[in-house]
């Protein structure tokens, strides 16, 4: 079944692409690569928004990112569904303070 909602119909994509370009014998799945690849990506989302470019050029490079994301938790071998999860669970679990002028949620350890 076909559903594009599902993080599993994601995966598959993405593993797809991964197998369809060999990525795992051809250095796409290096992790020190991948990172510079997100780094790059990162980029050019910051770009979108600090050149003040349409918004669908900053979802275009968010999904560069995403893929990239995806892909880089078939290289590592983690579960990445399972690890926004839990991180979600974490995050519900924290306060937020207002830090010159933007709310930011933390742990908030003091020192
Ligand atoms: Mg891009």
Do not use: P
Not at 23 to 36: P, V
Not at 42 to 49: F, H, K, Q, R, T
């Amino acid at each position: 079944m076909d559903n594009r909602d599902s993080y599993r119909q994601m995966l598959a994509a993405v593993q797809a692409f991964h197998d369809k370009h060999d990525f795992k014998n051809t250095g796409g799945e290096e992790l020190t690569y991948r990172i510079a690849l997100m780094a790059e990506e990162l980029g050019e989302m910051s770009a979108c928004v600090t050149k003040g470019k349409a918004v669908a050029d900053l979802a275009e490079e968010t999904a560069d990112l995403l893929i990239l994301l995806i892909g880089t938790a078939i290289a590592a071998d983690f579960d990445l569904r399972q690890a926004f999860w839990n991180k979600m669970a974490k995050l519900d679990q924290r306060s937020s303070r207002m830090i010159d002028g933007r709310i930011r949620v933390s742990e908030f350890r003091e020192l």
